[in-house]
C-alpha cells in the first residue's frame, strides 16, 4: 500500500500562485509515475499533469501548459505542482495519484483550490 497526502490548496485571486505537494509513504519502492487530477464540481476527473518518476519526463493538460509545472524529489517522495497564472476555471478539488506499472493505483485525498475573480 501506498498513502498519498496533499496539502497546499486554498483560496487565491485569479493571476496568483499555489504549490501543491504530495509526500508518499509505505510501499513507496516501485513508482512508474505520479500524477495530479483535479474534478470541479459536475465535471469529470481530469488529469492535469503526470511525471515519470525515473526518467522526469512531463506531460499536460492542454489548458495548463505554461501555467503549470509539475516536478519530483525522488529522495523525499514528494510530488509538486507549481501553479502560477490561475484561473476561475482552475477551481476544483485536486488529487495526487501514484502509479505502479502504468495505470494509477493509489490516490490522495484531495486538496480544494479555489481561484476568485
Known amino acids: 500500500q501506498v498513502q498519498l497526502v496533499e496539502s497546499g490548496g486554498g483560496l487565491v485571486q485569479a493571476g496568483g500562485s499555489l504549490r501543491l505537494s504530495c509526500a508518499a509513504s509505505?510501499?513507496?519502492?516501485?513508482?512508474?509515475?505520479m500524477g495530479w487530477f483535479r474534478q470541479a464540481p459536475g465535471k469529470t476527473r481530469e488529469i492535469v499533469a503526470q511525471?515519470?518518476?525515473?526518467?522526469?519526463?512531463?506531460s499536460y493538460l492542454r489548458s495548463v501548459e505554461g501555467r503549470i509545472t509539475i516536478s519530483r524529489d525522488n529522495a523525499e517522495n514528494t510530488v509538486y505542482l507549481q501553479m502560477n497564472s490561475l484561473r476561475p476555471e482552475d477551481t476544483a478539488v485536486y488529487y495526487c495519484?501514484?502509479?505502479?506499472?502504468?495505470?494509477?493505483?493509489?490516490w490522495g485525498q484531495g486538496t480544494q483550490v479555489t481561484v476568485s475573480l
Open positions: 511525471i515519470n518518476w525515473s526518467t522526469g519526463s512531463t
Open positions: 495519484a501514484w502509479s505502479t506499472s502504468g495505470s494509477y493505483d493509489y
Open positions: 509505505g510501499r513507496t519502492f516501485s513508482c512508474y509515475a
